[in-house]
């Protein structure tokens, strides 16, 4: 589903079945090897039959329509649709080709990591249940929940209850942001030095990478910044956000330090709020006039675990080793 787009593939459908596509059929002598496999609604499915892929998509009328119907969002967002439509439309051959060759490595290491973390956690003795995604999702709708990860983890396995009364108010969100590199200097594009790591890390009690809070008073940037800083000797810094820089030449005056730099970053989000949609960004977003962050890459959703305490200390440290021994860039340095 990831590999595709959960969409179809010859005509952008969504929201609806979508069974799985031979894209060379069997009958012509296509396998049944992943790099053959796609997604289609039920309705190419059985209009392409034994069809070549190239002829079906240049003859097929219905398909077509299907396509104008339901508008893929690349189209959809263009300020020329039209002209969109039709340049989606010409590569799309060429793009089902190269993507049905595209591996799958990275879902592999998610299942052996998955499997082996299983495996830890019952070796501990704590309750451990499990169910295939389906089970999952088919729980989660009867119970009239919305996508979530939160809710996903309340609906895994047979012991879900019918209804669900204890829901915890707030879950913890991790973030991997890693500990910068080991870049002594950098050159220009003749290979000139033009700047050199400073001696000082810590310069005015501020590292690279802590997030801050930044309420300026006065001047173009005036206003409440939230984000991660860039520091300077001079005492000048930069507040970056969402992966771009949002405020430039920030004293250092006026950063008051929410979290240090240890490549973790650790919040409590509502379980109502959009980041917690398996849908919402990946890179994490921050409103710098209100400092509200909305969106989070996650490593771990643990519900009913309150953040600090000495029961989330159990649970961490129990975790831990088991994703370390499978993710190398995993480093524990008190995230809390």
């Known amino acids: 589903m990831e590999k595709w787009g959960r969409a179809g593939v010859y005509c952008d459908a969504t929201d609806v079945p979508l069974p799985v596509e031979h894209i060379l059929a069997n009958k012509p002598g296509g396998s049944d090897r992943v790099s053959n496999l796609t997604l289609a609604c039920e309705a190419c499915n059985q209009s392409k039959g034994t069809l070549p892929l190239a002829v079906f998509l240049t003859r097929d009328v219905g398909r077509r329509q299907r396509t104008q119907r339901n508008a893929h969002p690349a189209v959809r967002q263009d300020p020329a649709p039209k002209a969109a439509r039709a340049r989606w439309e010409a590569e799309r051959l060429e793009r089902i080709q190269s993507q049905r060759k595209s591996p799958l490595r990275d879902a592999a290491l998610m299942n052996g990591v998955r499997w082996r973390l299983d495996w830890g956690l019952r070796d501990t003795g704590l309750p451990v249940k499990g169910g295939s995604g389906g089970r999952t999702q088919f729980q989660r709708i009867a ?75 006065c001047g173009k940037y005036a206003g409440v910044w939230t984000g991660r800083v860039s520091i300077r000797a001079s005492g000048s810094f930069d507040i970056t956000a969402g992966g771009r820089r949002v405020a430039q030449g920030i004293s250092r005056r006026y950063c008051r330090t929410l979290q240090r730099s240890g490549g973790w970053h650790d919040e409590q989000n509502p379980v109502s709020s959009p980041g917690l949609q398996a849908g919402a960004s990946r890179e994490r977003l921050v409103n710098p006039r209100s400092g509200s962050m909305t969106g989070f890459r996650s490593l771990s959703c643990l519900p009913c675990i309150p953040m600090r305490g000495d029961r989330w200390s159990s649970v961490y440290n129990r975790l831990y080793p088991l994703v370390q021994r499978n993710l190398n860039a995993v480093r524990r340095k008190d995230p809390c």
């Open 143 to 217: 119970r009239a929940r919305p996508k979530a990860h939160y809710f996903d983890a309340l609906c895994v396995g047979e012991s879900t209850p019918e209804s669900l009364t204890h829901i915890a108010a707030y879950v913890a969100i991790w973030t991997a942001i890693g500990r910068g590199n080991r870049q002594m200097g950098g050159t220009n594009q003749n290979g000139s030095p033009i700047w050199h790591r400073s001696r000082q890390k810590i310069p005015f009690g501020f590292r690279t990478g802590d997030l801050v809070v930044a309420p300026v008073s």
